[in-house]
Nanobody, 120 residues
Framework: QVQLVESGGGLVQPGGSLRLSCAAS????????MGWYRQAPGKQRELVAT???????NYTDSVKGRFTVSRDNAKNTMYLQMNSLKPEDTAVYYC??????????????WGQGTQVTVSS
């Protein structure tokens, strides 16, 4: 059974920091590209950051320079360090695992989400 469990969300003041974690089980973690997505109320889910199996990160423009994605394959865990948080970062943050061998051979898994609220 595949599980992705996010943790580390919470309430933080503008300018503050949070570190999210995504612990994976039931998959060979090192084979999967991992990603963080978020969904704010009334908005579509959007990509925040991804990290490849080769540790190459990618970020959406709005978080570049503020967020850092990393992974520890030995711990089957991905992280998102979020600094200089803004109210517009408020959302439910979801962890994603993606293994694409061919367009028709793809395994994708999602976590249940963790709430991040940035407010004074």
């Amino acid at each position: 059974q595949v599980q992705l469990v996010e943790s580390g969300g919470g309430l933080v003041q503008p300018g503050g920091s949070l570190r999210l974690s995504c612990a994976a089980s039931g998959i060979r973690f090192s084979w999967y590209a991992m990603g963080w997505y978020r969904q704010a109320p009334g908005k579509q889910r959007e990509l925040v950051a991804t990290i490849t199996t080769g540790d190459t990160p990618n970020y959406t423009d709005s978080v570049k320079g503020r967020f850092t994605v990393s992974r520890d394959n030995a711990k089957n865990t991905m992280y998102l360090q979020m600094n200089s948080l803004k109210p517009e970062d408020t959302a439910v943050y979801y962890c994603n695992a993606d293994r694409t061998i061919l367009p028709t051979m793809r395994s994708i898994y999602w976590g249940q989400g963790t709430q991040v609220t940035v407010s004074s």
